[in-house]
Every structure is written in structure tokens, then in C-alpha cells.
């Protein structure tokens, strides 16, 4: 049985291959997308219970994707996490003003990652 269904958003493959290993080794599902144009489109396919995102995506501002989802009625309640190289004060402000439950700065561990999820879940 599958602790859940996430949906990793980050445009560097190393990460994506590695965050979606270890959490498929904790019973989740996963759909790990380079892009918000794939996101969207796992997200028309199926619902997340969580959603990782990293912040400085090439191509598109990852804040913005995150405020339009808190906007939508049936996003709004999807947790999201966003994953930064980066852990100052400004791109924590806009994490929290386009609606992240969390922040999560990179690098981070197996069982930080799993503790994030974890925490987000029980929101």
C-alpha cells in the first residue's frame, strides 16, 4: 500500500532521480517531472498529496506556480514543499507569501526530506 502520491518538480535530474529513490523506498508514489509544463500535466492526470518544488527552476518563476495553485480551488489544499540552494531571508518570505508550507534548503538528507513530507502530511 503507498504512503501516498508526490509530485517532484526540479529541472536537475540528480535530484529529482535521487529524491524520487528515496522516497519510493518509504512507500510513496512518485511522478518526478524537469518541468512546470509536465507538472501540470501530472497534475490533470492525478492528484498529489504533496508536491516538491524546486525554487530556481530555469525556465519559470516556481513562486508564481505555487501562488497560482494556492489560488485554485482544486489545488489550494495540495502541501507543497520548495527546495532551495539558497537559504536566505527573501526567497524564504516568498515561499511564504505564495503559500509553501515549507521551505526546505538544499543539501538535506534522507531522513530530512522524509521528516518535511512527513510534517506536511499532517497539516
Partial sequence: MSAGHLLII??????RTVWEFILRQAGFSVDAVPNLVEAEISLRTRRPDVII???????????????ELKKSPET??????????LADQPR???GEICG???ILVKPFGRQ??????ARVLQV
Fill in 100 to 102: 509553501a508550507e515549507m
Fill in 92 to 94: 524564504r518570505q516568498l
Fill in 53 to 67: 518544488c524546486d525554487v530556481d527552476l530555469s525556465e519559470a518563476d516556481a513562486f508564481a506556480f505555487v501562488s
Fill in 76 to 85: 489550494r489544499g495540495i502541501p507543497v514543499i520548495m527546495v532551495s540552494g
Fill in 10 to 15: 526540479d529541472d536537475d535530474q540528480s535530484f
Fill in 112 to 117: 530530512e526530506l522524509l521528516d518535511a513530507v
